[in-house]
């Protein structure tokens, strides 16, 4: 769904307001949750989208709002597809959107990420079985694998860095940084 839970995501916050990056790009914004959670905590900050679902520009408002866009840049593409230099910023939000595609996908993505120059890397997704099929129409939102906390763990340990994480009852969030 192109919504996320509410868990994890105070954890998440604060991870954000030690970090105050400047350029972040949201990857699978859906309904825009984590640009509407940390905007608000940090001005002046360069919001770049990649959206696979068209039809989520205009139905969540993602580009155009009578007083601000939720995202400066939009592209929208599969991320898999999405050129590097995308991946290049102090922060790289996969929130809610790694359970939807093959697990090897997903890795690849991570470490296309950390290779582009990413400072900070967000990852959120469900640590539980959540079956879920097609959406509203959107193929995307198919959930194609069920992540282990520890997997995830795992991936993000071999990018070297540091990583940080919260186990909810339902989803997991990490917290990756370049930083040691």
Known sequence: MP??????KDWSLERFKAVQPDT???VGPGEGTYAKLFRPEHKGIWWTAIE????YVKRFRLKSTKTRAMYDEIHVEDAREAADHLFHRDLVIF???LEHMPREDAV???QRAEAAGAWNILVSLPIVEAPQGEVDGNPHEEHVHHWDADDMDQVLAGLGGRV???RGETLGVWW???RA
């Open 3 to 8: 919504t996320s839970i509410a868990e994890g």
């Open 164 to 166: 940080e994480r919260y």
């Open 108 to 110: 690849a993505l991570l």
């Open 52 to 55: 696979v679902h068209a039809p």
């Open 95 to 97: 929130g809610d959107v």
């Open 24 to 26: 972040v790009v949201d």
């Open 176 to 178: 990756w940084s370049r």
